[in-house]
């Protein structure tokens, strides 16, 4: 089994700074890219930004110098760093990870339940 627990969400004003973090848990080989999607109300899951272990990161237009992704391979950890937000970056924020479990062969794709990001005065 493997899970994804995502923390970190919650109501903020514009212009505010949040956090979020992933860590991936269970019987996990090793892990791949990991990133962060989100989905707002009525709106497809869209990316928002990922990092290749060892790769380049890659945002969304719509976040680049506003948002920072960094892993802790260690601790199994994804962190999204949220500053200058906007009403617009309203959604529910989905943790990704490509993920080899231990004693498979091959990396498989998996989520986090979500964490709501809501940003208004």
């Known amino acids: 089994q493997v899970q994804l627990v995502e923390s970190g969400g919650g109501l903020v004003q514009p212009g505010g700074s949040l956090r979020l973090s992933c860590a991936a848990s269970g019987s996990i080989f090793s892990t791949d890219t990991m990133g962060w999607y989100r989905q707002a109300p009525e709106k497809q899951r869209g990316l928002v930004a990922t990092?290749?272990?060892?790769?380049?990161?890659t945002y969304a237009d719509s976040v680049k110098d506003r948002f920072t992704i960094s892993r802790d391979n260690a601790k199994m950890t994804v962190y999204l760093q949220m500053n200058s937000l906007k009403p617009e970056d309203t959604a529910v924020y989905f943790c990704?990870?490509?993920?080899?479990?231990?004693?498979?062969?091959?990396?498989?794709?998996?989520w986090g339940q979500g964490t709501q990001v809501t940003v208004s005065s």
């Open positions: 990704h990870a490509k993920i080899r479990r231990a004693h498979y062969t091959g990396y498989a794709n998996y």
């Open positions: 990092m290749p272990n060892g790769g380049t990161t």
